[in-house]
């Protein structure tokens, strides 16, 4: 399955308040998704789930463990969530050479790289989190990165991007977030700072084969 990206030709821009920038990963500067849709896809369906781009759609932005707890609730499943979450990460693993970045939030990452302090607050682990950014060139750019193994609250709570402003130095209020998914929104708004979804910026269309 093919998650082919336009880009729209409206310029993505700052917030003239911010004086830090942070960025999702997944979704945001780098197109993942397809590769996290076949490594669900290619997992959950030895319990009977048809994982399919709709209801992917419907958990975007929810961690992997989070995601095996609601297909049990949606599909009576009893998939252990700890267990099947990191079998899926690890089939993401195999298969995560075939991602994208997602040019013009990189391009925003390049023009303010030692201009203004960034950081990237993901959902994902650590160690895939920075070997997607090693992959793509995105280490360069970022010495601060927070996972979901860093805090006890994953998005929507506030406490991703908390602990990058923390590590930045610099007071949540002046921070922008970039995101592509609604929960990543409504933690940086929990958290007091601006957001800006990055999917005003491109479209994302289904093909048949990745």
């Known amino acids: ?19 830090a920038l942070i960025f999702d990963l997944d979704g945001t500067l780098a197109n993942t998704m397809p590769v996290h ?12 789930i048809e994982f399919t781009p709709e209801l992917f759609a419907r958990l975007a932005g929810v961690p992997a463990i989070g995601t095996i707890e609601k297909l049990n609730e949606w599909f009576g499943t009893n998939m252990d969530a700890e267990k099947i ?50 992959i793509l060139g995105f280490d360069k750019y970022f010495d601060i990165l927070v996972s979901i193994d860093d805090v006890e609250r994953p998005k929507p709570f506030p406490d991703t991007f908390l602990k990058c402003a923390e590590l930045l130095g610099v007071e949540p209020s002046v921070c922008e977030v970039f ?8 933690a940086a708004q929990s958290a007091g700072m601006m957001a800006t979804l990055v999917t005003d910026y491109y479209d994302v269309t289904v093909g048949q084969e990745i």
Do not use: C
Request: charged share 30%; net charge positive; proline share 3%.
């Open 1 to 19: 399955m093919i998650f082919k990206i336009d880009y729209k030709v409206k310029e993505l821009k700052i917030n003239s308040k911010a004086k």
């Open 37 to 48: 849709f076949w490594a669900f896809k290619n997992i959950v369906i030895d319990y009977g």
């Open 85 to 134: 979450g990191h079998l899926k990460e690890m089939e993401y693993e195999k298969i995560m050479h075939k991602m994208k970045p997602i040019e013009p939030v990189v391009e925003l990452v390049k023009k303010y790289h030692g201009v203004l302090p960034m950081a990237v607050g993901t959902g994902g682990y650590t160690r895939l989190a920075w070997k997607t950014m090693k």
């Open 179 to 186: 995101e592509d998914a609604e929960l990543g929104i409504q």
